[in-house]
Each structure stands twice: as structure tokens, then as C-alpha cells.
């Protein structure tokens, strides 16, 4: 009995949640030994030949002694690239070596497991496991799901245990896995127990996002995870604006601080690609601009004209009294600014937003004009963005060439309506982690990665030469094709089924190199 109760009363004494990193210097010597794709030991001289047949390879020689370096396995490197992604995103607080996080049983029994990568900050808490392959292939992942399904709500009553009974975050369980082909049931688990899906295509993203702002970029990934979720602080939070119309969109014109916008603000980049097939229209930020921009306010510049964004919701607009609002078409009051996370869609002016992201935090409480609609249409979102930037040299003209291809299903001209369809079976097959061409294509803004060597432009030319998807017949007809359906979903639906069962039987028989089959997908 006595046993028990020094277990029991030392269970009591050891942290919930350890190892943690929550000092400066503690992250930054972390962050050192995880950016590198390498393990390093130094050994004597004269046992080079051991550890040579362990995989280990040399790096330093000294006088006496001899350092060498052994690539980390993939789900060290992927576990370690994530942690770094969080540390870079300003989080204060990160899990270190053999993190575990301990709960107690429904039974009273003291359990502890293995967490690859946990954050915190003061309003939220990641949860993450890592899943990779050497080489691209499936993994079933049901029996992981399972088990974070499991111990969700004891992990949950760690998390705030051990930080404090005020301390109640928002908490966000990801899988973040490399080189694996998701099935549609773990799909489909993973959302059905709140578990977050990242691919290497949206940690490539917000990698290259965050570098090029800093760890302002945060908003953006909350954003993404935490939609329509209120944000802490942010409640009842109003402007003085005025109120009118465009046609049947409803307007406000107001000012409002970077500090607010940013933390609302959210850009919807062609490089994160959404599975509901909304257009993603804006081009990925520009460092070096964000750069100048953020030089160009610290000595003390403004700017005078609006940044652009749409209010994904109704807002609540309080009239001032009748005599301040004699003007029918404009009306003055006070406007209460959207409080969740992704309710602001910028539309225009990302960089002067994010122009503030990397420089002194008094510079935050700068004014920023803004004109912002309400529940506008992704659609309309995006020709407005086409409308104002198809003469600026800065916007990719490809960019705008595959963005007006999205907005053309449907279209009366048979030749943009099957460029459009074939553009969006090609990004389809691209983003989807169960297609065989999971990230095989280049993403505009993004330096494409050795597996990357394919182009959306390229591949729509030789689906729309094929006539699989249809043909134009003359100037006003379109002839079904092999693959076409009733309506364009339906052919879209049997394409990819198509497409992606011949090409997962070549790759699963692995009777012909990547070059070939990719090459095949040109139907010459």
C-alpha cells in the first residue's frame, strides 16, 4: 500500500507536460540544432570505422577528436521542420527533447505519451504528430487517429492544468505528415475528431509565408485553423464609419490601426490551395517589398489611399441621430468590426498591411484607411482584383491567365469553358494528397521543390488537346468527350476518378519511372 502511495505522490510532484522551452535562450539554441538536417557527435579518432557502417558519415576533423554527422530520419526531419515553423511564428513556449504530456485515467491511473511538437501562447495551444515516409507512398493512420481521438479531453485537462485554471486556450490537434497518400477514410476520421490536416504542400506555404514576414504571419495561420472562431480581446471593438452602396454591395469607409487589421486580416494565396475549389486569387507577398514598405512607415510615411478587404459577415452598424444622416445614399454611424479570425478578406493592399508585420510595435498603432465590403463573393472578390491589378507589371501574368480560367466554368465561349474545366482537374489532381499527383506541380509565388516539376499551364494544354473532357465544335458547340458527364462537376468527378486510378496503377506497379508516366498525362 505504501508503494502506491509514493507513486501516487510522486506522480503529483512531476510536471504535466515536460520538457519545456520557455526562455529565449532556450529556443534559439533549440532552434539551431533543429534547422539542421543533420544529428553531429564527436567520437575519438580511431572509432571512425564503427560508426562509418552505422550510417554515419565525417565533418569536423580536430586535433584530437573527430566530428561526424548522420542525416536525420524523415519523421525527425519533418518533426523538426514543424517545431521550427513554430518557433518562427513567435511562440513563447515549445516542447522539447521526448516530449510527453502525463493525464490521469478514468480509472485514477497516471498515463503519459509521446507528443512531437506542442506550442503555446497566450490564447492558443497546438497539438501536433508527425507522420513521414523516405519516399512517397500510403500509410494507413487509422489506429493513430484513434488514439489522439482518445486522449483529446485528458490531454485538454493537462494543457490547462498545468498552466493555470485562467489559462483556457483555444486548442488545435494537427497531422502533419510528408510523403504520405492520405486515404479518403483517414480523411475523413481525422475531421470527424477535429485533427487538422498538414500536408508538406500547406507546411512548404507557411513556411515561405512566415519568412517573409515574420512571425506576424501567425494571424494567417490561425486564421486558417481557428475560422470563425472569436478572437480573444477583439469583442465590441467599434469605428466611427460611413455606410453606402456599390450596386448590391453594401460598403464601409473607415480607419482603423494595423495592430486590429492584421489580427482579422486574412489572404487568400493561390499557394494554399482550398478543397472547396474557391478562387484563390492573390500572388504570394514580396519580402523584399514588405521590407522597403516597412523602412518606407518607420520614416514616418502613410498611406492615403485604401486597403480593400470584405467582411465575410453582417456587421452591426449603430445610425447617429437623423440629422447627422440627411444624405440618403451615405449613412454615419458606428461600425462594430468583425471579432473572428478569418472575417476579413483582403481584396487589395497585402503588402501595405504586411509592411508593419516586421518593424518596432509602436509603429502598430498607425492608421490605415479601409473600405470594406460585406459578404461579397470569392468570385467577385476576385475579378475586383483582377479589375485592379490586370496593368500592373507586379501581378503574374500567369497568375491572372489561370485566375481568369477558374472564373470561366460554365462559360458560353466552348473554348474557355474546357480550359477551365481542364485547369480545374489539374488542380485538383495537384492538391488532393490521395491523387498520384499530390505536389507534382509548380505553385506561382513559391520555389518548387525537387518533386515539383510539373506546370498547370502545360498539363491543361494537353488535357484540352487530348478531347477526353470534350471538344469545340465550331465557335458556339461543345462535343462531350470520353470522360465528360452530364454537368462539369460530374465530369470533373469522373475525370479525376479516372485519371487517378490509371496513374495509381502504374506508380503501385512500378513498372515506369516518374518520367514517363507524368509525360503520359499529355496524351500525345
Given at each position: 500500500?505504501?508503494?502506491?502511495?509514493?507513486?501516487?505522490?510522486?506522480?503529483?510532484?512531476?510536471?504535466?507536460?515536460?520538457?519545456?522551452?520557455?526562455?529565449?535562450?532556450?529556443?534559439?539554441?533549440?532552434?539551431?540544432?533543429?534547422?539542421?538536417?543533420?544529428?553531429?557527435?564527436?567520437?575519438?579518432?580511431?572509432?571512425?570505422?564503427?560508426?562509418?557502417?552505422?550510417?554515419?558519415?565525417?565533418?569536423?576533423?580536430?586535433?584530437?577528436?573527430?566530428?561526424?554527422?548522420?542525416?536525420?530520419?524523415?519523421?525527425?526531419?519533418?518533426?523538426?521542420?514543424?517545431?521550427?515553423?513554430?518557433?518562427?511564428?513567435?511562440?513563447?513556449?515549445?516542447?522539447?527533447?521526448?516530449?510527453?504530456?502525463?493525464?490521469?485515467?478514468?480509472?485514477?491511473?497516471?498515463?503519459?505519451?509521446?507528443?512531437?511538437?506542442?506550442?503555446?501562447?497566450?490564447?492558443?495551444?497546438?497539438?501536433?504528430?508527425?507522420?513521414?515516409?523516405?519516399?512517397?507512398?500510403?500509410?494507413?493512420l487509422q489506429k493513430d487517429?484513434?488514439?489522439?481521438?482518445?486522449?483529446?479531453?485528458?490531454?485538454?485537462?493537462?494543457?490547462?492544468?498545468?498552466?493555470?485554471?485562467?489559462?483556457?486556450?483555444?486548442?488545435?490537434?494537427?497531422?502533419?505528415?510528408?510523403?504520405?497518400?492520405?486515404?479518403?477514410k483517414d480523411i475523413e476520421?481525422?475531421?470527424?475528431?477535429?485533427?487538422?490536416?498538414?500536408?508538406?504542400?500547406?507546411?512548404?506555404?507557411?513556411?515561405?509565408?512566415?519568412?517573409?514576414?515574420?512571425?506576424?504571419?501567425?494571424?494567417?495561420?490561425?486564421?486558417?485553423?481557428?475560422?470563425?472562431?472569436?478572437?480573444?480581446?477583439?469583442?465590441?471593438?467599434?469605428?466611427?464609419?460611413?455606410?453606402?452602396?456599390?450596386?448590391?454591395?453594401?460598403?464601409?469607409?473607415?480607419?482603423?490601426?494595423?495592430?486590429?487589421?492584421?489580427?482579422?486580416?486574412?489572404?487568400?494565396?493561390?499557394?494554399?490551395?482550398?478543397?472547396?475549389?474557391?478562387?484563390?486569387?492573390?500572388?504570394?507577398?514580396?519580402?523584399?517589398?514588405?521590407?522597403?514598405?516597412?523602412?518606407?512607415?518607420?520614416?514616418?510615411?502613410?498611406f492615403p489611399t485604401n486597403?480593400?478587404?470584405?467582411?465575410?459577415?453582417?456587421?452591426?452598424?449603430?445610425?447617429?441621430?437623423?440629422?447627422?444622416?440627411?444624405?440618403?445614399?451615405?449613412?454615419?454611424?458606428?461600425?462594430?468590426?468583425?471579432?473572428?479570425?478569418?472575417?476579413?478578406?483582403?481584396?487589395?493592399?497585402?503588402?501595405?498591411?504586411?509592411?508593419?508585420?516586421?518593424?518596432?510595435?509602436?509603429?502598430?498603432?498607425?492608421?490605415?484607411?479601409?473600405?470594406?465590403?460585406?459578404?461579397?463573393?470569392?468570385?467577385?472578390?476576385?475579378?475586383?482584383?483582377?479589375?485592379?491589378?490586370?496593368?500592373?507589371?507586379?501581378?503574374?501574368?500567369?497568375?491572372?491567365?489561370?485566375?481568369?480560367?477558374?472564373?470561366?466554368?460554365?462559360?458560353?465561349?466552348?473554348?474557355?469553358?474546357?480550359?477551365?474545366?481542364?485547369?480545374?482537374?489539374?488542380?485538383?489532381?495537384?492538391?488532393?494528397?490521395?491523387?498520384?499527383?499530390?505536389?507534382?506541380?509548380?505553385?506561382?509565388?513559391?520555389?518548387?521543390?525537387?518533386?515539383?516539376?510539373?506546370?498547370?499551364?502545360?498539363?491543361?494544354?494537353?488535357?484540352?488537346?487530348?478531347?477526353?473532357?470534350?471538344?469545340?465544335?465550331?465557335?458556339?458547340?461543345?462535343?462531350?468527350?470520353?470522360?465528360?458527364?452530364?454537368?462539369?462537376?460530374?465530369?470533373?468527378?469522373?475525370?479525376?476518378?479516372?485519371?487517378?486510378?490509371?496513374?495509381?496503377?502504374?506508380?503501385?506497379?512500378?513498372?515506369?519511372?516518374?518520367?514517363?508516366?507524368?509525360?503520359?498525362?499529355?496524351?500525345?
Open positions: 500500500m505504501r508503494g502506491n502511495s509514493d507513486t501516487r505522490q510522486q506522480a503529483k510532484l512531476e510536471p504535466l507536460l515536460a520538457p519545456l522551452l520557455e526562455t529565449p535562450e532556450e529556443l534559439r539554441t533549440a532552434y539551431r540544432r533543429r534547422r539542421d538536417e543533420f544529428d553531429y557527435q564527436k567520437i575519438h579518432p580511431a572509432d571512425e570505422a564503427k560508426y562509418l557502417t552505422q550510417g554515419w558519415e565525417p565533418h569536423r576533423l580536430l586535433r584530437s577528436a573527430l566530428w561526424i554527422k548522420k542525416a536525420k530520419t524523415p519523421d525527425r526531419r519533418l518533426e523538426d521542420r514543424v517545431w521550427s515553423l513554430f518557433y518562427r511564428m513567435g511562440y513563447p513556449v515549445l516542447s522539447g527533447g521526448s516530449f510527453r504530456i502525463r493525464f490521469r485515467r478514468r480509472d485514477g491511473t497516471i498515463g503519459n505519451k509521446q507528443v512531437d511538437v506542442f506550442a503555446k501562447d497566450t490564447e492558443t495551444a497546438i497539438v501536433v504528430e508527425c507522420k513521414a515516409r523516405e519516399t512517397l507512398g500510403r500509410r494507413p487517429i484513434h488514439e489522439t481521438e482518445n486522449l483529446q479531453k485528458h490531454f485538454s485537462q493537462s494543457i490547462r492544468s498545468h498552466f493555470g485554471g485562467a489559462f483556457n486556450p483555444k486548442i488545435i490537434w494537427i497531422y502533419a505528415t510528408n510523403n504520405i497518400v492520405w486515404n479518403e476520421r481525422a475531421e470527424a475528431a477535429h485533427i487538422r490536416i498538414i500536408t508538406e504542400n500547406e507546411l512548404q506555404y507557411f513556411e515561405a509565408f512566415i519568412g517573409h514576414i515574420g512571425d506576424a504571419g501567425r494571424y494567417q495561420f490561425l486564421a486558417e485553423f481557428l475560422e470563425g472562431q472569436e478572437i480573444p480581446g477583439l469583442s465590441n471593438l467599434r469605428v466611427p464609419a460611413a455606410k453606402g452602396s456599390f450596386g448590391r454591395h453594401t460598403y464601409y469607409s473607415f480607419a482603423i490601426s494595423a495592430r486590429h487589421l492584421l489580427k482579422i486580416a486574412f489572404v487568400n494565396h493561390q499557394a494554399l490551395n482550398h478543397p472547396d475549389g474557391r478562387p484563390a486569387y492573390q500572388r504570394m507577398i514580396n519580402k523584399n517589398r514588405i521590407a522597403q514598405i516597412g523602412t518606407f512607415i518607420q520614416n514616418g510615411g502613410f486597403i480593400l478587404v470584405n467582411f465575410t459577415e453582417v456587421c452591426r452598424f449603430d445610425l447617429l441621430p437623423t440629422k447627422h444622416n440627411a444624405d440618403k445614399n451615405t449613412k454615419f454611424g458606428w461600425l462594430y468590426l468583425p471579432n473572428k479570425y478569418k472575417s476579413a478578406w483582403m481584396i487589395d493592399g497585402q503588402h501595405r498591411l504586411y509592411g508593419f508585420s516586421n518593424i518596432a510595435d509602436k509603429f502598430l498603432d498607425n492608421t490605415l484607411f479601409v473600405l470594406a465590403f460585406e459578404k461579397m463573393d470569392t468570385q467577385t472578390e476576385a475579378e475586383l482584383f483582377i479589375t485592379i491589378n490586370h496593368e500592373q507589371r507586379s501581378v503574374s501574368k500567369s497568375l491572372l491567365v489561370a485566375l481568369q480560367a477558374d472564373l470561366k466554368i460554365g462559360s458560353g465561349d466552348p473554348r474557355e469553358a474546357l480550359g477551365a474545366l481542364a485547369s480545374a482537374l489539374v488542380r485538383s489532381l495537384s492538391t488532393e494528397s490521395s491523387s498520384p499527383f499530390f505536389r507534382r506541380f509548380e505553385t506561382p509565388g513559391i520555389t518548387p521543390s525537387d518533386t515539383q516539376n510539373l506546370t498547370i499551364a502545360e498539363a491543361v494544354k494537353g488535357l484540352v488537346r487530348s478531347n477526353l473532357l470534350g471538344r469545340t465544335v465550331g465557335k458556339k458547340t461543345k462535343a462531350p468527350g470520353f470522360l465528360s458527364g452530364q454537368t462539369d462537376n460530374e465530369t470533373l468527378a469522373r475525370a479525376r476518378k479516372f485519371l487517378s486510378g490509371y496513374f495509381k496503377s502504374i506508380m503501385d506497379a512500378k513498372s515506369y519511372t516518374l518520367a514517363k508516366w507524368t509525360h503520359s498525362i499529355y496524351l500525345r
